[in-house]
């Protein structure tokens, strides 16, 4: 068992939690929860052993094989399962001592080495690491790439499996869910139920957490404590506490009334049934989630747009894809007012070109896009989170969309997304990815757009901001096309899905657990076609043309390695200034000069490391193109 009694942690002045105590179980499946900066990962930190505590006792077991995902991932030159297979230590120290008894010609110990493999599941050691990895959604030819061709996003779901390959007592994972699609959150959460270990999950996917854990740390107010139950039932148990807070009632009423209007429209369709069916699931729940969230620091809605046309915007006959590469054949759709439509299918299967291509930011190879003449696109996607100017301020940025709006009224609209008092003044650079997710969706929410083009809205956001994001799409009244691989975000805001598989968009016929069946059948066919196939090039051949491609593109490689060695870098220097000035002796009198000077140079490394991120991005881009 894990043991916390009265523990006490602190971030330089500021204390996280204090006099909280808990305890984990052998086998539990613990979700930590909370908002960011509250202390979550500092408590990985602690169990870890590379944080102490500043008060109280932690204790557990000697010898626990504890398993973590690595944050960063050296660009080595060995293949991609054998990076996933160094996960089981055990196996890979086995492994070196049955080497050495071979030299020494020493058949006892060879025996007893094979023996021991045995026990362990050694044989079955490369079929393990290849299904994690195929889970994750690498494909069989890119087991034997080398770690240092793929690109970051890549490398954290090789990090992932790595962890994964560990035989661990117990298994660490903050955010395993931030690089993958739908698909591979899906493999992983059922990979995690199956856990015999003690797992301790930090995750803001409300389904991820529902599915996987019976208990809940929930961090807030300076207080660390542990409820029985998943996620549902925490909200339920803290709802109860928070019940006479009149303000639950007015938040409750419009969510009810929001959903109960969508069963009673759709219930008798027999195309709409069965999501009909998972609205009345979540309308039996929402009085507590709503109770659950009235403290949120968010509170924002979309305005009426101001004209509507239909349709908002179509697609006909268009074959999209990249150079002479067409992903998609002949797409056809038609986007009218009211419209909520998530989009379904394997990572890779050209989801997020569609939505590039709706939005204008990708011409199609071919066919037509029309636009209505009143069209107004609201569009997020990852890479404009780093379109922000640094140096500015959330309400420059405000300012700069409406210059005839007061102060006042920029602040009271920022407040909503909780830029709170001199927040709003202060400069982007040093924000986290939370806080740039939140200022862009700000900025789109006020630009008040007919069309909503989601692209992994999620990503980043804390729980309370995924609730607060998904209460105002569901009041929206413009049309909406969703990529998430957030499924209460897609329960919640979509009344259609569209599946982009096999070249094609077309309607889906079920729900997201006909598309998890449907996610499992696909993966049935492609191992049977695998199976059955002839090779239709020779491994000689095959060889020969992966150097060629390789030798193609050593320079991108080159570029993203020195992008990679100066992020590195840039961290470490980083990591290094925050610890420095985290200990309350630097504010000391005396210190003032050394205090000034590690702040100028942490300004300047955040800078430096601002530059070597988006040289990284750009370099990751460039490699993805040219596959």
């Known amino acids: 068992m894990l043991n916390f009694k009265n523990i006490a942690l602190r971030r330089g002045v500021r204390v996280l939690f204090s006099n909280s105590s808990f305890t984990i179980h ?24 590379e944080l102490h ?5 932690f204790s557990m077991p000697p010898n626990l094989e504890i398993a973590h995902v690595a944050q960063e991932t050296p ?54 690491a290849s299904r994690l990895m195929n889970g994750l959604g690498f494909t069989p030819d890119q087991e034997n790439n080398s770690v240092g061709s793929f690109s970051g996003g890549w490398r954290m779901r090789l990090n992932l499996a790595q962890a994964l390959m560990c035989r661990s007592d117990v298994l660490l994972l903050d955010e395993p869910t931030n690089h993958l ?24 996917d409300r389904d991820f957490l529902d599915t996987i854990t019976d208990h809940i740390v929930h961090i807030e107010q300076g207080k660390a404590e542990i409820y029985t139950g998943n996620y549902s039932a925490f909200e339920k148990m803290r709802a109860e506490k928070l019940a006479q807070q009149q303000s639950a009632f007015l938040k409750q009423q419009r969510e009810i009334a929001h959903i109960q209007s969508f069963v009673d429209r759709f219930k ?65 759709l038609s986007i009218s007012p009211g419209d909520r439509i998530g989009l379904l299918g394997p990572n890779g299967a050209g989801k997020s070109s569609l939505i590039k291509v709706l939005a204008g930011d990708m011409q199609p190879l071919s066919g037509t896009r029309y636009e209505a003449e009143a069209l107004k696109i609201g569009y997020f996607a990852q890479h404009q989170l780093e379109q922000l100017q640094l140096d500015e301020t959330p ?16 602040r009271n609209f920022l407040g909503g997304f909780d830029f709170q008092g001199d927040k709003v003044l202060e400069a982007v650079r040093p924000f986290s990815g939370g806080e740039k997710a939140r200022l862009v969706l ?11 083009l989601l692209d992994e809205p999620t990503n980043h956001l804390d729980l309370e901001m995924r609730h607060a994001l998904s209460v105002a799409l569901q009041d929206y009244q413009g049309a909406i096309v969703v990529v998430s691989h957030d499924r209460h975000l897609l329960r919640s805001v979509t009344d259609q ?26 993966k049935k066919g492609e191992e049977k076609t695998v199976t059955d196939a002839e090779p239709t090039v020779s491994r000689k051949d095959q060889r020969k043309l992966d150097a060629e491609r390789r030798q193609r593109n050593k320079p991108l490689y080159d570029a993203l390695k020195k992008a990679e060695q100066a992020v590195e870098k840039y961290h470490n220097e980083q990591r290094q200034l925050e610890q420095l000035l985290a200990d309350p002796d630097i504010y000391a009198e005396t210190e003032k000069a050394r205090l000034k000077q590690t702040l100028e140079r942490k300004i300047q490394i955040d800078k430096a490391l601002d530059i070597a991120e988006a040289e990284w991005i750009e370099a990751e881009e460039n490699i993805e193109n040219a596959q």
């Open 181 to 204: 699609d739908l698909d591979a959150v899906i493999w992983l959460q059922d990979w995690l139920c199956k856990y015999p270990g003690t797992l301790l999950l930090i995750s803001h």
């Open 75 to 128: 660009a080595v030159a060995c293949s991609a399962i054998d990076y996933v297979i160094d996960g089981d230590q055990e196996y890979r120290r086995l492994q070196a001592q049955l080497k050495q008894a071979e030299q020494d010609d020493d058949g006892l110990k060879q025996a007893e080495y094979h023996a021991l493999l045995d026990v362990i599941g050694g044989y079955t050691a490369q079929t393990r």
């Open 395 to 410: 309400l420059w940025h405000l300012q700069k969309l409406d210059k005839q709006a007061t102060e006042k009224e920029l």
């Open 442 to 452: 700000a900025m789109l929410v006020y630009q008040n757009p007919n069309l909503l």
């Open 268 to 332: 008798a369709q027999a195309t709409k049934a069965r999501q009909a069916q998972s609205r009345i699931k979540a309308l039996e729940r929402m009085e507590l989630i709503a109770m659950a969230h009235v403290d949120s620091p968010f509170d924002f809605s979309f305005a009426k747009p101001d004209k509507m046309p239909n349709p908002l915007l179509s697609l006909d006959k268009t074959d999209i894809g990249y150079g002479s590469t067409c992903v998609l054949k002949k797409a056809g």
């Open 497 to 522: 899905l569209l599946l982009v598989a096999g070249g094609k968009v077309q309607p889906f016929d079920g729900d997201l657990d006909d598309y998890r069946l449907w996610l499992t059948e696909q």
């Open 26 to 49: 052998k086998g539990q499946k613990v979700g930590f929860t909370g908002a960011n900066g509250a202390g979550k990962s500092s408590l990985f930190a602690l169990v870890k052993n």
């Open 53 to 57: 505590l500043d008060e109280g006792d």
